[in-house]
């Protein structure tokens, strides 16, 4: 699915992403965690096809395909999807006209015709619930003026109706409350197939304990310190990213 | 994509689709203006005396103006020799005037058609009544009979003129006088043609009237006039939309519209104007100097602008409204957008003068390439207009970082019980925004035509249906470009 080899990223002088290795299969659920600064969501942008950023790699595939030969729509339309940590506001824009539009832009690039405005209604609708929000929703102006909490579902909202290969989650869980933290894990969780994959980008191990992943990796300066199973997060929580200055090194692969 | 500003350009750096030109042979008076221009124009047209003293009036009033051509606003344009002008110029088929579609120069037809200005039957089935100006002269008018059936006037100007001189001599300059300013000056003095449109007490027209305007012979000034009057208690919805074809020299377009709204009277004026603004570089596109006022002079009567510019060279227009009546409404709603070298200078005038008079003025300037887009707007609140509102919002969506977006508020309120509330905001379309559409697969071209769209919204709401839908086509092919 997603197959990183030897990934650096500048801004600049300032070397953001030191050479990062993660192999991601079908169906599998990766969290990667680290304290601030330490480029987790650097990562997450760079996937997306976020520019401003020289990057180098042995190898960046998604799907077979080299990723930096890809424009961040053509990414979206074979199915990677970003959820944003600071969704946007589109003012004087529906948030079901967004959608639709976002929807049949997939559907064109796979040959299929465009879903008109009433099936595709009704196909939003059906999952509304799952992100609990009520359909009055779908006539605001996309995220503007939303809370926290709205911005998030909203997300959550366009992965359900998007149905992606790869979703990247890039602090989906922070500023969320508790009910609003279980809706959106909830909704990760419906997501998760066998031919489905997901990557976590996460300060806090508290959504770990809604969406439990197949792997845990640690960033620290731009690189992967440790990896390893959903134990690795828990014992993370416990002893703080300080244990792991301690433990830097000396078990760096992948 | 390198940067935000490189990828929104070339975004934004779409060619203008109507660039051609029809050829017909103009039956055009030679260049320059003097009294013998003036008095031929009006015998071209067998004008009455009224007529004639009038335009005479007003060029010698221009000749005095002649050092006070407007250099105020916020545009720079290289000056204009108005004798090297052509004043009059009618397509040769009009000689002895179309009695019916069939008889409109084909040549003329195909060229709406290339515009996609459905003139016959789309249109008739669509309920939209069309006077179409081509250069000066009025060449087809449809759904006169329907129109007639309810007593409401729909016509060319001309026609007015020949078949209703009593109204044309009351209100005309009644709203506008010829001694306004120099464009308007020059307009009375020269106006070849336009529309003219009486609404009997009571009446709701029963149609969206619409007009198309559209420049075409080398050099031609045009001078419109539009008059449109609503007696008590009537109701009308007007509909303006230009396109023109591809020039290299400059075309100076000064047209005056009056209106002239009664008691209870509802007149709705919608402009989409599309004309040439110029290559990339600036060069050709038209200078649009328009004078448009309405007035309200019944109590209760209501006035509303809406205006697309996407259009001209120069836009120098400023609908305005003159709330004479209690209780009467003045509303102005622009969206304005300037790409490459475009210059736009363009607001209102909500002169309240009656007691519990209600103004709204919603403006949203999109500024592109290295264009300059002014919002001008003066609301004043005279002495007697006891409880007079106003409510101002400008907002300013900047798609470069070498263009310009202004704003010039005037506010004069000489009545202490008068609320005037004024919003303005100014943002740059994000590299967040365009970002966030493209992580969710929507094309670059796609995703700055929606964010412009969803920035006019609150406008586009107040267009007819028709017309909004055209509108928003128009931003799309006015933002249209190469994308990589």
Redesign the interface.
């Known amino acids: 699915m997603l197959s990183i080899r030897n990934l650096r990223a500048r801004v600049g002088e300032t070397e953001i992403l030191k050479g990062i290795s993660l192999e991601v299969n079908p169906g599998e659920v990766h969290a990667v965690m680290g304290p601030n600064g330490s480029g987790k969501s650097t990562l997450a942008r760079i996937l997306?096809?976020?520019?401003g950023y020289e990057i180098t790699a042995d190898k960046l595939e998604y799907m077979g395909h080299d990723l930096l030969e890809m424009?961040?729509?053509e990414?979206?339309?074979e199915g990677l999807?970003?959820a944003?940590q600071y969704?946007?506001?589109?003012?004087?824009?529906s948030n079901i006209q967004?959608l639709r539009?976002?929807y049949n832009?997939?559907r064109k690039?796979r040959g299929e015709e465009p879903l008109d405005s009433v099936d595709f209604l009704a196909m939003v609708k059906s999952r509304l619930k799952e992100v609990d929000i009520d359909q009055s929703f779908l006539r605001r102006?996309?995220n503007t003026d939303f809370s926290g909490g709205e911005k998030k579902r909203n997300e959550m909202l366009?992965m359900l109706v998007?149905e992606p290969r790869l979703a990247i989650l890039d602090e989906t869980d922070s500023g969320l409350d508790i009910d609003a933290l279980a809706t959106v894990a909830g909704s990760i969780n419906s997501l998760r197939s066998e031919d489905r994959s997901i990557v976590m980008v996460t300060h806090y191990q508290r959504l770990l304990d809604y969406v439990v992943p197949d792997h845990v990796h640690i960033l620290a300066d731009g690189r992967i310190v440790k990896s390893g199973k959903a134990d690795l997060a828990q014992k993370l929580e416990k002893k703080g990213y300080g244990w792991l200055a301690e433990h830097a090194g000396e078990e760096a692969e992948a | 994509m390198g940067t935000g500003t490189d990828s929104v350009n070339q975004l934004i750096e779409g060619g203008y689709k109507h660039g051609f030109v029809t050829e017909i042979d103009a039956d055009s008076l030679p260049p320059g203006l003097n009294e013998d221009v003036i008095r031929a124009i009006s015998a071209k047209k067998q004008e009455p005396e009224f007529m004639l003293n009038w335009r005479l009036r007003a060029y010698r009033h221009w000749i005095k103006l002649q050092e006070k051509e407007p250099t105020w606003a916020h545009v720079k344009y290289p000056r204009i020799n108005y004798q090297d002008m052509v004043y009059y110029s009618a397509p040769k088929s009009d000689k002895e005037g179309p009695k019916s579609l069939e008889e409109v120069d084909p040549e003329l037809l195909r060229t709406y058609e290339k515009l996609g200005i459905p003139l016959h039957e789309q249109k008739a089935l669509a309920g939209v009544a069309v006077d179409a100006v081509f250069d000066s002269v009025s060449v087809a008018t449809t759904f006169k009979d329907k129109l007639a059936e309810a007593g409401v006037i729909f016509c060319s100007f001309s026609e007015a003129v020949q078949n209703h001189p009593e109204l044309v001599e009351k209100y005309l300059g009644s709203v506008v006088p010829y001694t306004d300013n120099f464009f308007a000056t020059l307009n009375a003095a020269v106006f070849s043609d336009g529309s003219f449109c009486y609404i009997p007490e009571g009446v709701r027209c029963p149609m969206e009237l619409s007009t198309y305007f559209r420049i075409n012979a080398l050099n031609t000034g045009q001078f419109e006039r539009t008059l449109i009057i609503a007696e008590k208690g009537s109701y009308v919805s007007y509909l303006e939309g230009c396109t023109a074809p591809m020039r290299d020299e400059n075309q100076l377009h000064a047209a005056v519209v009056e209106l002239v709204a009664h008691e209870d009277a509802e007149i709705k004026y919608s402009t989409v104007q599309n004309w040439y603004p110029g290559d990339k570089d600036g060069k050709g596109g038209i200078y649009n100097f328009v004078t448009k006022r309405g007035l309200c002079k019944g109590d209760r009567s209501h006035i509303s602008w809406t205006q697309v510019e996407t259009g001209s060279a120069i836009t120098w227009k400023y609908p305005s409204v003159i709330l004479r009546g209690d209780d009467s409404t003045g509303e102005f709603y622009s969206v304005a957008l300037t790409n490459n070298l475009q210059q736009a200078d363009t607001g209102t005038k909500m002169i309240h003068l009656g007691k519990n008079t209600r103004s709204t003025i919603i403006s949203k300037g999109i500024s592109a390439g290295r264009a300059q887009n002014s919002y001008r707007g003066l609301v004043r609140v005279s002495p007697k207009a006891d409880n007079a509102r106003n409510f101002t919002q400008c907002d300013s969506l900047l798609l470069s970082d070498q263009c310009g977006a202004h704003t010039y508020p005037y506010i004069e309120n000489k009545n202490p019980s008068g609320r005037i509330e004024h919003e303005a905001t100014t943002t740059r379309i994000g590299e967040d925004q365009l970002f966030y559409c493209r992580q969710r697969g929507i094309d670059p071209e796609d995703a700055v035509s929606m964010i412009v769209n969803g920035f006019c919204d609150d406008v586009f709401r107040k267009l007819p249906m028709e017309f909004a839908v055209e509108a928003q086509a128009l931003l799309e092919v006015s933002l249209e470009g190469a994308v990589g």
């Open positions: 997306s096809g976020r520019e424009t961040p729509e990414r979206a339309r999807f970003m944003f969704p946007v506001e589109i003012p004087g824009i967004f539009t976002a832009s997939v690039h102006s996309v366009q998007l």
